[in-house]
């Protein structure tokens, strides 16, 4: 079955440290790999995309992912977090051949302490 | 990059009535909108697929006399929850795609609260 899992639901970092949130995927098909931010209340920002070719990608925001087929993972890092990196984040899977739906995981809350 | 709208962002109805959400490509023409569904701290999920001049292919679960899809034109699809009950309150969002693109573009999202 397709499936997104986000392992941690919700993570605390402090102002300044290092981020990473964990995503893996079951997914029979060539996976597009996405993650998304939400602030409460609103639609969904698209951080970064992984299609293909080089496995470290870099988004918006300071934000880098890396897709590791071995793993089926596709982490998402940032060397050091600001305050208002504070939000959900959401790692999702898609492929070309299922239309461009996409299925996300659970979602991840980042609280940032000062 | 590509502007999805969606509208309104927010609305509160009466229990039976029915309320319509518009979703709108408004710099691009997008063949398919996908429309999910998202409760308080979960995830979105996938409550059906538009194509353009097509009927919707809804997921599995999801009541399609409930919640009517229209996709009449290449930049707008409508969801028409009808019969709206309190169980029906959510957040509702929209992405739309351009044929043969990988990457949707998502909209604001709706809140829908039914009383």
């Known amino acids: 079955a397709q499936s997104v899992t986000q392992p941690d639901i919700h993570i605390t970092v402090s102002e300044g440290a290092s981020l990473e949130l964990r995503c893996n995927y079951s997914?029979?098909?060539?996976?597009?790999l996405f993650w998304y931010v939400q602030s409460p209340g609103q639609g969904l920002q698209l951080l970064l995309k992984?299609?293909?070719?080089?496995?470290l990608v870099q988004g918006i925001k300071g934000f880098e992912a890396e897709f590791k087929r071995s793993q089926s993972s596709f982490n998402l890092r940032k060397p050091s977090v600001h305050w208002s990196d504070a939000a959900e984040y959401f790692c999702?899977?898609?492929?070309?051949?299922?239309?461009?739906?996409?299925?996300f995981g659970q979602g991840t809350e980042l609280s940032v302490k000062p | 990059g590509a502007v999805v709208s969606q509208h309104p962002s927010w609305v509160i109805c009466k229990s039976g009535t029915s309320v319509k959400i518009e979703c709108r490509s408004l710099?691009?023409?997008?063949?398919?909108m996908f429309w999910y569904r998202q409760f308080p701290k979960q995830s979105l999920m996938l409550m059906a697929t538009?194509?353009?001049?097509?009927?919707?292919?809804?997921e599995q679960g999801v009541e399609k006399d409930k919640f009517l899809i229209n996709h009449a034109s290449l930049t707008l699809s409508t969801l028409t929850v009808t019969s709206a009950h309190p169980e029906d309150s959510s957040f509702y969002i929209c992405?739309?795609?351009?044929?043969?693109?990988?990457?949707?573009?998502f909209g604001q999202g709706t809140r829908l609260t039914v009383v």
């Open positions: 992405s739309a795609r351009v044929q043969r693109e990988t990457e949707a573009f």
């Open positions: 997914y029979g098909a060539t996976p597009y």
């Open positions: 992984y299609f293909s070719g080089d496995t």
């Open positions: 999702a899977v898609g492929a070309f051949n299922q239309g461009g739906k996409l299925i």
């Open positions: 710099d691009f023409q997008a063949t398919t």
């Open positions: 538009s194509n353009e001049g097509s009927k919707a292919t809804y």
